[in-house]
């Protein structure tokens, strides 16, 4: 077992990108499908219930990166599992459940993202909340609590179009079965008899689920519906510092209007060139198109890949995902989520 910790899938804390390979694959519904996954030279995953990681993959020869939540829970650690549903017009899902099977390997970046339960103060009642793929990041985290013995109430509250297009739906029954702990509400928008439709509103999680005394709530699914859950929380004057929701797209880069889109700066790469830059480009867009190497991903500031040190310039970032304080204050920043308006000198990974 010490050899296996040693080998510990997220022991280094940079970006690291590493092989998985695929064991097994399993049909959840119609147009979702679970892919299982082994590390490499026998190594665990050592993840956070909630978290994702990045697939890097070469489709048609064009390279691609897309982040995934984990649908499994690091309480079992051997393995680890992406439920992934086909998008229309999605190039990588779709290629994904069309062509990866047992015994193909993938690259991946380490496991990230800030939807977690790590700094869960433990309370009385977790109430989970999601709708669609969204349920991968709160079943990793149902699974978790459920495995480690956590006492705490789960609600689980799952929005999907019926029982045959729900992911999970077996497992769901058979948790909502065996733990006196977990209690499901499923709610179908197209169920078999269109009278019995039910979509998640205040009045209906005013009347299901009572007592929200200390809970924390987690969210994923659609912005809309996570917009609806966070109004009917605060209709309801729940703490919202209890509340958290996955925010998986990024916000957009802000605009800056002080700086006239036609401006450029002078961007020195530590150890490399000075490049251009123009106002609004990201700084790993402009090393790109200087010809520069630089680790990258998602593109999307969620990975983490393209940290890169700001030691002097005037930046602005749309994202900080995976950065600690500690990175923050030394001046780490994400070279896809940032601009510059000033000649900038930057170190990149
Ligand atoms: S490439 Fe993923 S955060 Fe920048």
């Known amino acids: ?36 996954f082994e ?28 982040s995934y939540s984990m649908s499994s829970s690091p309480s079992r650690p051997f393995t680890l599992e992406c439920t992934i549903k086909r998008v229309k017009g999605g190039v990588v899902s779709n290629w994904l459940i069309d062509n ?40 990793s985290m149902a699974r978790w609590l459920l495995d480690t013995n956590s006492t705490a109430q789960i609600d689980f509250v799952h929005s999907s179009p019926n029982r045959d297009n729900t992911i ?26 269109a009278d019995d439709a039910q979509r998640f509103s205040a009045e209906w999680l005013n009347q299901n689920i009572t007592d929200l005394e200390d809970t924390e709530v987690y969210v994923c699914g659609p912005t809309g519906y996570m917009q609806d859950v966070e109004a009917a929380l605060k209709a309801r004057g729940f703490n919202m510092e209890r509340f958290f929701k996955e925010s998986f797209q990024p916000e957009a880069p802000t605009e800056n209007t002080d700086i006239n889109a036609a401006s450029t700066f002078a961007l020195e790469v530590e150890g490399q060139k000075t490049i251009e830059i123009k106002a609004g480009q990201s700084i790993l867009d402009a090393v790109e198109k200087a ?29 900080q995902a995976n950065l600690s304080e500690e990175d923050l204050e030394q001046g780490y920043a994400l070279a896809c989520s940032t601009t510059v308006s000033s000649n900038s000198h930057v170190k990149i990974g």
């Open 1 to 36: 077992m010490q050899q296996l910790e040693q080998l510990n899938f997220t022991g280094q804390t940079s970006a690291f990108i590493a092989p998985i390979n695929c064991v097994a694959r399993r049909d959840e519904t119609p147009d979702a499908t679970t892919f299982i």
């Open 39 to 66: 590390a490499c030279n026998q190594a665990v995953f050592n993840f956070i219930p909630g978290q994702f990681i990045t697939l890097q993959l070469e489709i048609d020869g064009h390279e691609y990166a897309r």
């Open 100 to 139: 990866l099977q047992p015994d193909m390997s993938l690259n991946a970046l380490a496991p990230a993202g800030d939807f977690n339960l790590q700094n869960s103060q433990q309370p009385a009642r977790y109430l989970l909340l999601s709708a669609g793929s969204g349920i991968t990041p709160v079943m």
């Open 291 to 319: 010809g520069l190497d630089m680790t990258a991903a998602c593109r999307a500031g969620v990975c983490g890949a393209c940290k890169c040190l700001i030691i002097n310039g005037k930046a602005e970032s749309s994202s």
């Open 168 to 193: 999970f739906q077996k497992r769901l029954e058979m948790l909502d079965k065996i733990y006196d702990n977990f209690n499901l509400n499923q709610l179908f928008s197209r169920p078999a008899n």
